[in-house]
């Protein structure tokens, strides 16, 4: 109906001036409107519904709102901006405790892997540490190790007993994230 309006495919409806709906169940209503693929619908001047199955309320450039839309109720419906901000709204909020819970854990993991580092270095420090072996000689030795920018010191102190005794003390510190730690030892030559 209207002049121009052509409506050539099986069961298709051309509703306005110069409308066209030229495939199978293809209904468009509005001047210019344009129906070019089957079962779909366009609505408006100027409308094309160029997709199977589809409803078209504009076209590329020409786009158009729905107003007054009803809320959704079956899982094929569509919904209105009110449900979607509904569905939406704890997003927010939830992200952005989601991205602090993340910079802590990165703060914790950082932390962690300092640490660890410094362990390291101090071991690598206090395994450094040489004593006299002579009996009756007491040595005191001073060690430094470095593991990926942290730092590590021993001192330790050793005396030799005897051709088979052996004591030591050792104190060390990885003064980049203030640990420190003591250790003991004897040792005693079997053959």
Excluded: C, M
Excluded at 151 to 168: C, D, T
Aim: net charge neutral; glycine share 14%; proline share 2%.
């Amino acid at each position: 109906f209207g002049d121009g309006a052509v409506a050539t495919g099986a069961n298709s409806t051309a509703v306005g001036p110069n409308s066209t709906a030229t495939v199978a169940n293809g209904v468009a209503i509005g001047n210019g409107a344009v129906v070019t693929a089957a079962n779909s619908v366009a609505l408006g001047a100027g409308s094309v519904a160029s997709q199977p199955n589809t409803v078209s309320v504009g076209s590329a450039g020409n786009e158009r709102r729905i107003t007054n839309v009803a809320a959704g109720v079956a899982a094929t419906d569509a919904v209105n901006v009110a449900q979607l901000q509904a569905a939406t709204s704890g997003f927010g909020s939830s992200i952005a405790t989601l991205q602090n819970q993340v910079g802590s854990l990165q703060t914790q993991v950082t932390a962690n892997q300092r640490e660890a580092r410094a362990g390291t270095a101090l071991a690598l420090a206090a395994t450094s540490l040489q004593y006299d072996q002579r009996p009756g000689k007491a040595s005191l030795a001073a060690a430094f190790g470095n593991y990926k920018g942290q730092s590590g010191l021993a001192v330790g102190l050793g005396y030799a007993v005897s051709e088979r005794w052996r004591v030591n003390a050792t104190f060390s510190g990885a003064p980049d994230v203030s640990d420190y730690g003591v250790a003991a030892g004897a040792s005693f030559t079997l053959n």
